[in-house]
Antibody, heavy 119, light 107 residues
Framework: QVQLVESGGGVVQPGRSLRLSCAASGFTFSSYAMHWVRQAPGKGLEWVAAISYDVSKKFYADSVKGRFTISRDNSENTLYLQMNSLRPEDTAVYYC????????????WGQGTMVTVSA | EIVLTQSPGTLSLSPGERATLSCRASQSVSSSYLAWYQEKPGQAPRLLIYGASSRATGIPDRFSGSGSGTDFTLTISRLEPEDFAVYYCQQYGSSLTFGGGTKVEIK
């Protein structure tokens, strides 16, 4: 079954760290660029970070640059998001998504994992 | 950063009616880099349209996309009960941004 399953969310205090994981299955993970997209409660979608299929390129939204790090382990079919210096405004559901090759769009999404940053 | 502005914020329509959703970009966007998604409560977004006008796999033909430059449109020709949801446009040319969304609700 082709799917993405996120984990690692939870409640964390401001300034602390959290690492999210996204387990991929049912497709050749190492052939696809992958992204993290988040959605704050009651708000729209916000792109967070991207990583190329071969790890050679990484991109970040200005709002998380210098605090978040995207990575992947193609041998384990897993995508990661290391989140440091968390802020209350980082509170959101975090989705991992697959970039469809050649389509410049996301054709597969996980169900999301909730991150709450609160004292 | 390219800002995408979606209008209207909410569209109140009845099943069977036609829905027209707008996405306006602050700068020109290549059609190849404009996509539309549908999101329902408690579910992940679903890709509807890519390249401004191409339907994704499994998307019914009542969904169509059009436009170029700074103005793009998603049209649902006849609303089915399952189409009431929030719709987002997204550009992937200059960085990557989403519009604020249009909620299509039952009138």
């Amino acid at each position: 079954q082709v799917q993405l399953v996120e984990s690692g969310g939870g409640v964390v205090q401001p300034g602390r760290s959290l690492r999210l994981s996204c387990a991929a299955s049912g497709f050749t993970f190492s052939s696809y660029a992958m992204h993290w997209v988040r959605q704050a409660p009651g708000k729209g979608l916000e792109w967070v970070a991207a990583i190329s299929y071969d790890v050679s390129k990484k991109f970040y939204a200005d709002s998380v640059k210098g605090r978040f790090t995207i990575s992947r382990d193609n041998s384990e079919n897993t995508l990661y998001l290391q989140m440091n210096s968390l802020r209350p405004e980082d509170t959101a559901v975090y989705y991992c998504s697959r970039e469809a090759r050649g389509l410049n769009a996301f054709d597969l999404w996980g169900q999301g994992t909730m991150v709450t940053v609160s004292a | 950063e390219i800002v995408l502005t979606q209008s209207p914020g909410t569209l109140s329509l009845s099943p069977g009616e036609r829905a027209t959703l707008s996405c306006r970009a602050s700068q020109s966007v290549s059609s190849s880099y404009l996509a539309w998604y549908q999101e329902k409560p408690g579910q992940a977004p679903r890709l509807l349209i890519y390249g401004a006008s191409s339907r994704a796999t499994g998307i019914p033909d009542r969904f169509s996309g059009s436009g170029s430059g700074t103005d793009f449109t998603l049209t649902i020709s006849r609303l089915e009960p399952e189409d009431f949801a929030v719709y987002y446009c997204q550009q992937y040319g200059s960085s990557l941004t989403f519009g604020g969304g249009t909620k299509v609700e039952i009138k």
